[in-house]
């Protein structure tokens, strides 16, 4: 397969002036990985490996001691035969003997979403198998395995997906949502699929991706199945396993960690509030709130309905104290022989399920996204308390993907990323108008914005002097003329782009693409998209980039 070259960004230069490599399949910039707004100052300090958050975490990248890997654990034959038979494809079976050969897991997942879900799905599995080829490349051989997060009940998260389409983002929406708040992994297709894959046929047109789709999203299939079957097929090449835990055998090989979320419930809880406020003293914040009667568990009642656990504290009439799930009450005991008898009925939380999927699979890596890598920070304690170890856990690849009509607009305009990232569209196209000005209309504002300053600036400082009263004052009436003269500015740019629509047809067509609806493209845009324009061969690019030396924000041409 030919590289690609991934090279550093140039701060402010025009995309003429950046020096290319000669017909490269594909080339990608490095950005910081602040590039991207939103992340919180608990995930940029552990990106960054800031000694504030090393207390919280098991290590920090880009440490590469996670590759030793801990021992295998007593269930690990039994393990890889359950990865065995949901992997039943002759591409899975390097993967497979590896495992059986002792070689350790990197892994990675998400929830089961409509189509494939958004494209940040398969930049965490991209990210997995990376990781996994650079501890092998190293000696140390490793898998990568995608966990599928079927046992949530958010329905609502999941059942859409969102296309590009010409000059507006269409929203499929499966809306055939259960009675009751049940796992969604488990939630079967019905008829209405139907229309749903005709209208992704029109959007998406012929390839493999969407044949891909419309054979794994049909009636009668479970959403976990639909999802496990599509990215089996995207990153086939590239030997990706997967998995869905929520089923009864895999249940009871990880009930060890669930048992001990019922039964040392009041321990872990406190050394959780503990956690919460070790984060809180160091200025961070809490992923997950941990409240005055929440668990590690739900139960999976039976009705089918995933119903929160409630921890009520020990009284003298029950010293054991009780479990609430919705409206009925359970004891410890009650409990663990439903854990015993139906394992799959007690599900971990967010909190506690990388600690339920670690000791599964003796974890040597965990991929994970901002939110993700902040649970980590708390849920660490529970690691060490129940597993009695730290898994590591490193970033997700983050990237936007550029196709080549947009970013012949960038290069046309010398747009970077970052300036489209911070701004709107509506100010993204005011931008480009005012570049598109004429150079004497440019250079008149700029006169008078310089002179205005070079005279307020002055006399704002004497009018301080003689009265702070009137300095304030005048500071005021001072923002009221600078106001004005902004006004100018766009008075100007807007009648250019009247003059000049087209300027406002490509705000439009980057802004959508790249930063659509003033969030980022990965968490809007449908991974399928991009698999139905550039083929499952893309699966191999995304897997080379997040190998890359980068560890900020890619931005990657396609």
């Not at 693409?513 to 699966?539: D, N, S, V």
Request: glycine fraction near 8%; aromatic fraction near 8%; proline fraction near 6%.
């Amino acid at each position: 397969m030919q590289p690609f070259s991934i090279r550093a960004r140039i701060t402010g230069a025009p995309f003429e002036a950046i020096e290319r490599e000669v017909n490269p399949l594909l080339s990608a910039d490095c950005h910081p990985i602040t590039v991207a707004p939103g992340l919180s100052r608990l995930f940029l300090d552990y990106c960054a490996g800031d000694a504030a958050v090393r207390s919280f975490y098991a290590s920090l990248p880009p440490d590469e001691s996670w590759q030793a890997g801990p021992e295998r654990p007593a269930h690990w034959a039994q393990m890889v035969e359950a990865l065995s038979a949901q992997n039943p494809g002759e591409a899975a079976r390097p993967a497979l003997d590896a495992l059986r050969a002792g070689a350790g897991v990197v892994v990675t997942g998400q929830q089961v979403g409509l189509f494939g879900g958004p494209l940040f799905t398969p930049f965490k599995a991209a990210t997995a198998l990376a990781r996994a080829r650079q501890a092998t490349a190293a000696g140390k051989p490793h898998v990568g395995i995608f966990w599928l997060a079927t046992e949530d009940h958010d329905f609502a998260e999941i059942n859409h997906v969102v296309f590009p389409a010409r000059r507006e983002l269409r929203k499929l929406v499966y809306g055939k949502a259960p009675e009751v708040e049940r796992p969604v992994g488990g939630v079967v297709l019905d008829e209405t699929i139907g229309p749903l894959i005709e209208e992704a046929w029109e959007l998406l047109g012929f390839s493999d991706a969407m044949q891909a789709l419309e054979t794994a999203y049909r009636p009668g299939q479970p959403f976990a199945q639909a999802f496990a079957e599509f990215y089996a097929k995207a990153f086939a090449a590239q030997g990706l396993l997967v998995l869905d835990a929520g089923g009864r055998e895999v249940h009871r090989l990880g009930s060890p960690v669930l048992r001990a979320a019922l039964e040392r419930a009041d321990e872990l809880h406190a050394t959780l509030l503990e956690r919460n406020a070790a984060l809180q003293a160091a200025g961070y914040h809490a992923q997950v709130a941990v409240g005055a009667e929440s668990s590690l568990l739900f139960l999976v009642d039976e009705r089918g309905a995933r119903v929160a656990l409630k921890r009520k504290a020990a009284t003298a009439q029950e010293p054991g104290g009780q479990w609430l799930a919705g409206r009925r009450s359970y004891s410890t005991a009650e409990l663990v022989g439903i854990l015993e008898a139906e394992p799959e009925r007690i599900s971990p939380s967010a909190l506690l399920r990388p600690v339920f999927q670690d000791y599964l699979l003796s974890t040597s890596l965990t991929i994970g996204g901002p939110a993700e890598i902040a649970y980590f920070a708390q849920s660490a304690v529970l690691f060490e308390r129940i597993l009695g170890r730290l898994t590591p856990a490193q970033p997700r690849m983050f990237a936007t993907l550029i196709e080549p009509a947009v970013g012949e607009l960038l290069r046309r305009h010398e747009l970077t990323l970052e300036r489209v990232m911070g701004e709107t569209q509506d100010g993204l196209a005011q931008l480009l108008a005012a570049r598109a000005m004429p150079v004497e209309g440019k250079r008149r504002l700029a006169a008078a914005g310089t002179a205005l300053d070079a005279e307020l600036t002055p006399l704002l400082e004497w009018m301080s002097t003689l009265d702070e009263g009137l300095g304030r004052s005048a500071g005021t009436a001072a923002s009221k003329m600078r106001y004005q003269m902004n006004r100018l500015r766009r008075l100007a740019a807007n009648f250019q782009l009247e003059k000049e629509a087209a300027l406002g047809r490509h705000a439009e067509a980057v802004s959508m693409a790249l930063y659509p609806g003033g969030a980022l493209q990965e968490r809007t845009h449908g991974a399928a998209f991009y698999f139905a324009r550039y083929g499952f061969e893309l699966a191999e690019k995304l897997v080379e980039l997040a190998g890359s030396p980068c560890r900020g924000h890619s931005a990657l041409w396609l």
